[in-house]
């Protein structure tokens, strides 16, 4: 245990923030997602929601001020009714963390693809629907 790191970093996911370069990204997966046949490295954060690990992430790592959109969501396919409340709840962690982050939506097979460009995914338990996201990493300056 390390004082002051959240306990929901596990050390695998620590190295993996702590490798990736301005401009990486890291994709937080739901629970339905298909992380293992997308994930070039995949780190497996089964039982947690995701709100509770971005906000521990992002006591830890800078979003990508150079972006119009560091925080990607996965679009609603049009015509499906469901809500997405917890789009809400990471507005508000990232608004907690850093002030001015606008959120773009991508269209689902779109989101799938940069995925895969991604330079992790972690693999969540997170049951709410269009519940995955993705963090371009930030510099600190």
Same mark, same amino acid.
């Given at each position: $245990?390390?004082?002051?790191? &959240?306990?929901?970093? &596990? ?5 993996? !923030?702590? %490798? ?6 890291? @994709?937080? *997966?739901? #629970?339905?997602? /298909? ?15 995701? /709100?509770?690990?971005?906000? #521990?992430?992002? +006591? ?6 150079? !972006?119009?959109?560091?925080? $990607?969501?996965?679009? @609603?396919? /049009? ?9 809400? @709840? ?6 907690? #963390? +850093?002030?001015?982050? +606008?959120?773009?939506?991508? %269209? ?6 940069? #995925?895969?460009?991604?330079?992790? @995914?972690? *693999?969540?338990? %997170?049951? *709410? ?5 993705? !963090? &371009? ?5």
């Amino acid at each position: $245990m390390l004082k002051g790191i &959240s306990p929901l970093l &596990s050390p695998e996911l620590l190295k993996i !923030l702590c %490798e990736m370069g301005h401009g990486d990204e890291i @994709v937080f *997966a739901d #629970a339905n997602f /298909p992380a293992v046949s997308t994930a070039n490295r995949l780190i497996r954060a089964d039982g947690h929601g995701i /709100p509770e690990l971005l906000a #521990a992430t992002l +006591e830890l790592f800078p979003l990508n001020r150079y !972006l119009t959109h560091p925080v $990607m969501l996965m679009q @609603v396919t /049009p015509g499906d009714p469901v809500q997405t409340p917890v789009w809400d @709840v990471y507005r508000d962690l990232v608004n907690r #963390a +850093e002030q001015g982050i +606008e959120f773009a939506e991508i %269209e689902r097979f779109e989101f799938y693809e940069r #995925a895969k460009k991604a330079y992790a @995914v972690v *693999a969540t338990g %997170e049951k *709410a629907l269009y519940g995955n996201l993705i !963090l &371009s990493k930030g510099v600190i300056g």
